[in-house]
């Protein structure tokens, strides 16, 4: 016996937008467009980045261990800027900061006068800020001391592990020392990762990625857990410091609709790295003048 | 014929234990932080979980999961004046009730109930409604908070900060 509950109908038209996939560094990203450029294009500038962060595996697979989601009432622009903004974290950030050791408060804020930090545009909306330059690359180790909130776990770690993984293994516990924004909703920041969601003009939902060792020892994993619930989420000890400025950020665009948003801070000052690419001080707002051009480009073109 | 059990498992314990949950609802809703941190025994922990399963909080990601140091800790920043969400929080004001007890230990009482908290910021009323566990120990003169476990039932879904104690 035959269904006839339902017409024939041939779906193909109806459900045919396969997306276009592409995969770098274990990241999977999807487009309905099939005219879209190919993903080595798209990612550009990025990519030396992503490898760098995905080093944080200290040697094994990264992997996705949990998330935060919360939403702000305030646009989705106000997050973007915040990835490659690093001057709001000493101010809106303290009460996290008084809440570590001085040691690595020291190291989270070296950027502020650092030669080695800095803030760049790398080109199709994206933007890199680095803050902490010692552990942009976990490969190079400078030798430095284990930190003494780390020294217990490293004493445990280096009974089923060699010095030399131990050492990197602790290295790799706070991510790498850069937040990477990839234009419009993915970032890469220390130790997790970030996306996006615009509900409407005037609310954003976030997802914070916490990351750990795929089959890397749990005791270190839970150390980065533990870390990520120090700072990240809807009860963490930064992210709702962070929402209540983006908050009042979008309070108060409603003063003045017309008011011109400005984003100049060091647009006289930026240099070029040796591939060509606009370079600023730490504290400069060069990233977010390429997220907000690209965005510009594309409202303009819609 | 009374032992000790018997003894801790009158309602007269359970009432308590009941009182000492109340108490420390108003403490936190006059976030009065520093006599909550005096409710607990050192070994406390308080735990906000993501995972509705999860037991093994030091093994998966939670939205709050402090030991003494971290409880102090967060109070700190919570009274300290730096947090702009902590110091322009929400008023809060919640009820608890739907009491049960399970436990067989003998000076150490395990009380489940149910949260219903209403918080108010710039003209939003925003509910939180939570199952609550509060195992308390009872070996003392003063009651002494255990561990606590706090199951927000939209804890999955996307959560607004919060800038106040659960």
Redesign the interface.
Known sequence: MSDTTYQSIDTSALYGRAQRVGVYQGLIFASFDHGIEPLEDFLGGTKPWIDLFMKQGAGFPVKVNGEHKFKFKGNWKIQLENTTDLYHFPVVHKSWMKSIDEETAAAITSFMTSEKAFCRSLGNGHSLAVLVPEIVDLDDDDGAPIPERFEALAASLAKEYSPEQVRRIVRSLMGVGFNLNLFPNLALSMAFFRVLRPISAEETEIRHIALGMDGGPDEANRVRLRIHEHFQGPFGFGSPDDAEAWERVQRGSHAGPDVPILVNRGLNRESAAPNGEKTGHATDETGMREAYAKWRAMMEQA | MMDDKNTLFSPRTFARAVEFIWREAKLLDRKDYRAWLDLWDPSGVYV?P??PQATDF????????DDRD?RE??V??MM?G?????S?AARTVRAVSRFTRSNDSADVIEVNSAQVLVACK?GVATLFAADLAHTIAFDNDEPRLVRKVIRLIDST???????FL?
């Open positions: 906000v993501i995972d030091a093994a998966t990601l939670n939205y709050a999961f971290m800790k967060r700190e920043r300290s730096y947090s702009a969400s902590a322009d710039r879904d996307t959560l607004s900060a919060i800038g659960l």
